[in-house]
């Protein structure tokens, strides 16, 4: 596509239910990115997907989150068991991946924003 | 261990004034520097890179940047701020020596321009 598509762009749910968040990067990127966004707050990194592979999950705050990428294009944010804290904009991104690394920008979704009530 | 500072959360200034919204980094080894805007309710767009040889930076919308290596800074600037420049404004950097490509962000400086 012409540019990073994430979806749902909204999410509503209730306390302990399970939510996914999809990310569809700019083909031919090599590189995705997950990022959370609270309310007023900076972008904390939650995971990177490198081809298919996660080298970094690091950012995932809880056994609650999962992340996984298929075919090397499409990838899901699961979040299990959902609570209050969990609410926040989830955004996502891509990048082309040189030979040496990613020497590129990053390329952002308009973001899913994800309340938990 | 990669990190970001962007000591400002809130930088006003006077439109036509110029302006400078500040960062500093820590990385390992050597770093690939960037600069993003946030519009209200919008997703983050790209501003320019740091990655090698000029220490002075251009991109987008009369933006630069000055990478200090000695001071660890990379501050964004322009010579004469706008109105529709006002949005939040995020430092990132990712290390150059590392194989991964994990990018980090500062906390964001809110910038307002004042009519």
């Known amino acids: 596509g012409a540019g990073v598509s994430q979806s749902p762009s909204n999410k509503v749910t209730e306390k302990g239910k399970d939510v996914e968040l999809r990310c569809d990067p700019i083909s031919g990127h090599t590189a995705l990115y997950w990022y959370r966004q609270s309310l007023g707050q900076g972008l904390e990194f939650l995971i990177y997907f490198q081809g298919n592979s996660a080298p970094d999950k690091s950012g995932l705050p809880s056994d609650r989150f999962s992340a996984e990428r298929t075919g090397g294009s499409v990838s899901t944010l699961t979040i299990q068991r959902t609570q209050q804290e969990d609410s926040a904009v989830y955004l996502c991104?891509?990048?082309?991946?040189?030979?040496?690394?990613?020497?590129?920008?990053?390329?952002f979704g308009e973001g899913s924003r994800l309340t938990v009530l | 261990a990669q990190s970001v500072a962007q000591p400002e959360d809130q930088v006003n200034v006077a439109e036509g004034n110029p302006l400078t919204v500040k960062c500093t980094y820590s990385?390992?080894?050597?770093?690939?520097l960037f600069w993003y805007v946030q519009y209200p309710n919008r997703g983050l767009q790209f501003l320019l890179k740091?990655?090698?040889?000029?220490?002075l930076v251009k991109g987008s919308y009369g933006f630069e940047a000055e990478f200090n290596k000695s001071q660890t800074s990379f501050h964004l600037k322009k010579p004469s701020a706008l109105v529709s420049d006002s949005a939040l404004y995020f430092c990132?950097?990712?290390?150059?020596?590392?194989?991964?490509?994990?990018?980090?962000f500062g906390p964001g400086t809110s910038l307002s321009v004042i009519p």
């Open positions: 740091y990655i090698t040889g000029d220490n």
């Open positions: 991104a891509s990048s082309l991946r040189s030979g040496t690394g990613n020497t590129g920008e990053l390329f």
């Open positions: 990132a950097v990712r290390d150059k020596e590392t194989s991964y490509d994990k990018v980090i």
């Open positions: 990385v390992s080894g050597n770093p690939y």
